[in-house]
């Protein structure tokens, strides 16, 4: 069954949620807000069908490398924790969409060699504003990218991105040890003259963030996001500056995305020994404010 969370009165929202940067609380405490859809990923095997569908399976977006399944060996729930696992296939298998000659990048590859998952709630469950948190553990190793984010769930704007809209809630990219990993959160969408347009803040001065588990989240009102790691605001966009009162695509439904990405556009050059290499999501949570 299709879950539609939809939005609370703008001003109290709107209120309630703005916070000065390094003020946020990682979790509502205390009465004002509701607890509205969760994954504790409490129960083993599969993730939740009421809540999730497995990516497209294939060769997916960005050039990135690796081939998308839905294989037990790439995702998986175990121990109260969602497993999303990039491996080395022990032997290259064919592309079956391969074209020799063809341009198109998902086409040009003659094999497949690492393999990956993700999970949408597309269908499943969508949200308009709130207090949306992951926590989670990033995997170590160059070339990895793992994420956590959501797309604009209007049927008719998701056939042209990003005239849909997208939030990177977190997008980490992993780097050798002599070079600086780091993460960011971000925004894309189309701009009322037809160009595509983002704003996006990396978060600096952090611990690893591959040593532990944290907490990611944004805090989404009518007036703006903000982006925080555990107690932290590292980043705040005002939602006016991207788009029009026509239409803006961070004012509609969206809908949640976890993945494990590998190199492509924004992950980089692959060390492949760091393979396999595991993203481990604790659970998912959305609130959101009451009147």
């Known amino acids: 069954m299709k879950t539609t969370i939809f939005a609370l009165a703008a001003i109290g929202v709107a209120a309630a949620l703005t916070l000065p940067a390094g003020e946020a609380s990682p979790e509502p405490a205390g009465p004002g807000w509701k607890l509205v859809w969760s994954d504790e990923f409490d129960i083993d095997g599969a993730p939740n069908p009421a809540n999730w569908r497995y990516e497209y399976q294939g060769f997916l977006r960005n050039k ?38 063809s341009e198109n990048w998902k086409e040009n590859r003659r094999f497949i060699e690492i393999t990956s998952a993700g999970i949408v709630s597309d269908g499943r469950a969508e949200f ?3 207090r949306i948190v992951m926590r989670a553990r990033m995997p170590k190793g160059a070339g990895l990218w793992p994420a956590f984010w959501t797309i604009g769930a209007d049927p008719e704007k998701r056939r ?10 977190v997008e980490y990219v992993g780097r050798n040890p002599h070079e600086k990993s780091w993460m960011q959160g ?7 003259e037809g160009k595509y347009r983002q704003k996006n803040g990396k978060y600096a001065d952090r611990p690893e963030l591959t040593d532990g588990f944290h907490l990611y989240g944004i805090d989404w009102n009518r007036d ?12 705040s966009i005002p939602i006016e500056q991207c788009g029009s009162e026509a239409y803006n ?23 492949r020994s760091a ?3 595991e993203y481990l999501v604790d659970y998912v949570r959305v609130y959101q404010k009451t009147e």
Not at 74 to 80: A, E, L, T
């Open 64 to 101: 990135e490398e690796q081939w998308y399944t839905n294989s037990p060996e790439n995702i998986f729930v175990k121990d109260g924790m969602l497993h999303i696992v990039a491996r080395l296939e022990k032997e290259k298998k064919p592309n079956p969409n391969y074209r020799e000659g």
């Open 128 to 130: 308009k504003y709130g």
């Open 160 to 169: 042209n991105w990003p005239d849909n809209g997208e939030i990177d809630i």
């Open 186 to 192: 971000a925004l894309h969408w189309q701009s009322p």
């Open 224 to 235: 703006k996001i903000d982006f925080f790691v555990d107690d932290r605001v590292f980043l």
């Open 249 to 271: 695509a961070f004012r509609v439904p969206h809908f949640l995305l976890l993945n494990l990405a590998v190199g492509g556009m924004l992950g980089g050059k692959v060390d």
């Open 275 to 277: 393979l396999p290499a």
